[in-house]
């Protein structure tokens, strides 16, 4: 894999059809070894997200992977806040899936809980002038 990571040749970026990038598939699958040899890669966009919308933060909080969420939470470049195409946030992922060390860590992380608040009062206020007749 270090070879690979390692050679300029190599689009380290390139998705497949679902647009998932070998980062993505390594936080979703939980490797992470390999998340920590990329995320030391420059060349890595550790914020692509997929077709959906949802990135590698919101897919190992979504699956669980707890040591994974903690890694990328300090990890500056990270883009905690994004939201799916369905308006999931991380925290939503992690609470629907029942993955309560990880509920824990993000509510622990104050920016993101007050971000992901802020999200919610913003849309149960704007959702009805939203609304198409």
């Known amino acids: 894999m270090k070879l690979l990571v390692n050679d300029e040749r190599v689009e380290i970026n390139k998705a497949n059809e679902s647009g998932s990038t070998p980062f993505y ?23 692509k997200a997929q077709n959906r919308d949802v990135t590698p933060f919101n897919i190992a909080c979504y699956n669980g992977h707890i040591e994974i969420v903690k890694l990328l939470l300090n990890d500056k470049r990270v883009d905690v806040n994004k939201v799916s195409i369905n308006g999931y946030t ?35 206020f704007f959702s009805p002038l939203l609304s198409f007749k």
Do not use: M, P, W
Request: hydrophobic share 45%; aromatic share 10%.
């Open 90 to 124: 991380s925290y939503q992922g992690a609470q629907e899936n029942e993955h309560t060390e990880v509920i824990n860590v993000l509510r622990n992380e104050s920016i993101f809980f007050l971000s992901f608040f802020l999200f919610r009062i913003i849309l149960l």
């Open 25 to 47: 598939v390594a936080c979703k699958e939980g490797h992470i070894e390999i998340v920590k040899l990329l995320l030391n890669e420059e060349r890595v966009d550790i914020n």
